[in-house]
């Protein structure tokens, strides 16, 4: 049986570590802070945030290193992993974490979801996988149009 191992998100960048290793190698930890808010039963506004371990790898890193910092909208995709570990006492421990395989930065000094495009004024949206094959996940979030065959975004 196929599987499928995808994570799509858009929120507000948090703490942001960079590690090199001795062979020149380096990863970018970063974690990313994503919202949801709502009216509750008594019409009281809530919200509710989640953050999520990014592991920013390869040429990537270089990237993220260089331009993502504490504050700033990002879109990214990735995949879900989850480090295993023993903690202190010796129990088996695991840490979920997001390993990104895209990002793109977003502009700063607005909300996540809020960037516009300058020159239209509508919402700008993250780049879509190019090519036919777009990405399932961009399909079922209705961000891609599959019937347009070059990827681009609806709108």
């Known amino acids: 049986m196929a599987s499928y191992n995808n994570i799509i998100l858009l929120g507000n960048i948090g703490n942001v570590q960079v590690k090199t290793f001795q062979n020149g ?15 509750d039963r008594n019409g009281e506004l809530r919200e509710e945030t989640q953050w999520h371990n990014l592991i920013i790898g390869g040429n990537l890193a ?5 331009f993502v910092q ?10 879900m992993t989850y480090r295993k570990y023993q903690d202190r006492d010796g129990n088996n421990r695991s840490i979920p974490e997001v390993r ?10 607005q909300k996540e ?25 961009l399909v079922s979030a209705g961000l891609v149009d599959p019937q347009e065959g070059d ?5």
Do not use: H, I, M
């Not at 974690?31 to 709502?38: F, H, I």
């Not at 270089?62 to 260089?66: L, M, S």
């Not at 504490?70 to 995949?79: A, R």
């Not at 990827?151 to 709108?155: A, E, I, N």
């Open 62 to 66: 270089d990237t993220a290193e260089k």
């Open 25 to 39: 190698g380096k990863v970018v930890e970063a974690a990313l802070a994503t919202s949801k808010r709502w009216k």
């Open 70 to 79: 504490k504050g700033d909208p990002l879109f990214v995709t990735g995949e």
């Open 100 to 109: 990104v395989l895209t990002l793109q930065l977003l502009p700063k000094g």
């Open 113 to 137: 979801g809020t960037a516009s495009n300058s020159t239209t004024g509508r919402p700008a949206a993250p780049a879509a996988p190019a090519g036919p094959a777009a990405d399932p996940a």
């Open 151 to 155: 990827g681009d975004l609806p709108f």
